[in-house]
Each structure stands twice: as C-alpha cells, then as structure tokens.
C-alpha cells in the first residue's frame, strides 16, 4: 500500500463508451499527475495538478480529460476512446511540483479499448 | 528536450549473480535522479533518489551511484525477488522523464 489509490484496477470499455479513473491520496501531497505506461514504452506524463490546478497538458488528446475537484482526489475522464489508448494509466502524487521529491504511484488501471 | 536511456533491456542473472544497470541522461537542470522498481501489473515502487554527482544509496542488496551524466544500479548477489523491471527518472523543474526500463530476472 503506498497511499495512492486507483479504481478500477481493469477496464474494458467500446469506443463509445465514456468511463472515468479515479485516482486518490493519502498522503497530504499538493501535487498529482497522470501517467500513460504502454508496453515496452517509457511512461509518458500526460497531465499535472498542483493545489488542484493544471500545471501541465502534454498535449494530450482531448477525448481525455482531467479533474481534479481537491488536493487528494484526480480523475480522468475517458470518451471515445480508440483501441491504441489501451495501456496501464498510473496516478502518481508528490509533496509539491518543482521540488526535488519524489513521486509516489498507484497500482494503475489496466485500460482495453476494444 | 531531456532524454533517458537505460541499458541494457534486459537482464537475465543466476541468484548471487551481481551486476550493474546503466541509466544515461541529458537535462537541462537536474533536480534529481529517481530509482523505482515495477512488478508486472503494478505500480513504481520508489526505491532512491541522487541529487548530486558522487552521492551513493544503498539499500538490502542494491547500490545507487550518480555521475554527471550516468547513474548505476548495482544489485549485489540478488535474489529470485529481486526480478523486476528497474525504471530511472530524472526531475527537470516539475516534469519526470522515465527511461524505457531494466528487466531483471533472477534464476533460483
């Protein structure tokens, strides 16, 4: 258990579905990201919220979509989504952005676009 | 644009086989160089982090060094638990960038 909560763990949803993740901290961070992991592939940051505003939009395409209501809480907001969007989604949190601390991951969701 | 490679991708090792694993970088300003580890389905386990060339962390059977323009991962005599896959990241103002990762296998 690291603090950073995930649901679901697995998602299988059609491309006209809409779904959100969601993500949760108990730690008192003030900052949290969104994080793409495909296989074989580096993770990519897609998204950063600091004291629940938006610091960063990878450019990211917007059939994905943060909010972020609190400092503890983030989702992400998935709408016609294409089979390539398959991939595992980490939320990840820090005391501050900018500072030298490090990140502390969810477990993930598993993501299948079918 | 900062850049992260690690070598080599995988990492086939006999139980109380030692070895090292590379992670090379370019940035602009490095505010610090993480080690996490991954098991398959989950999340990164933070495992260090190195500020500054020459800083060494160490913790059970793994060793962290830093170089101005490296960082090695040494895991010393590992364990079948050891297998993972080792990710580096290093911090440039508020953004991590991942390598692809080290995939370490342990055989009994």
């Known amino acids: 258990e690291t603090g950073v909560t995930q649901t679901p763990r697995h998602l299988v949803m059609g491309m006209t579905n809409k779904k959100s993740l969601k993500c949760e901290q108990h730690?008192?961070?003030?900052?949290m990201y969104w994080y793409k992991q495909s296989a074989k592939k580096p993770l990519e940051l897609m998204f950063v919220?600091?004291?629940?505003?938006?610091?960063e939009n990878n450019s990211v395409p917007s059939r994905f979509s943060p909010e972020c209501p609190n400092s503890s809480h983030l989702f992400l907001h998935l709408h016609t989504l294409q089979p390539e969007d398959s991939a595992l989604y980490l939320c990840?949190?820090?005391?501050?952005?900018?500072?030298?601390?490090?990140?502390?991951f969810g477990q993930g969701t598993r993501l299948t676009v079918v | 644009e900062d850049q992260v490679t690690q070598s080599p991708e995988a990492l086939r090792l006999q139980e109380g086989e030692s070895s090292s694993l590379n992670c090379s970088y370019t940035?602009?300003?490095?505010?610090?160089l993480f080690w996490y580890r991954q098991d398959p389905g989950k999340g990164p386990e933070f495992l260090f982090t190195?500020?500054?060339a020459g800083e060494e962390k160490e913790k059970e059977r793994l060793k962290a060094t830093l170089t101005k323009k490296e960082s090695f991962l040494h895991i010393t005599a590992p364990k079948p638990e050891d297998s993972a896959t080792y990710l580096c990241?290093?911090?440039?103002?508020?953004?991590?960038?991942f390598g692809a990762g080290t995939t370490v296998t342990v055989r009994a």
């Open positions: 990241a290093v911090q440039d103002d508020y953004k991590l960038s």
């Open positions: 919220y600091s004291l629940e505003e938006r610091v």
């Open positions: 190195l500020y500054s």
């Open positions: 730690l008192g961070h003030n900052a």
């Open positions: 940035v602009s300003g490095l505010r610090g």
């Open positions: 990840a949190s820090s005391q501050r952005v900018a500072q030298q601390t490090e990140a502390f």
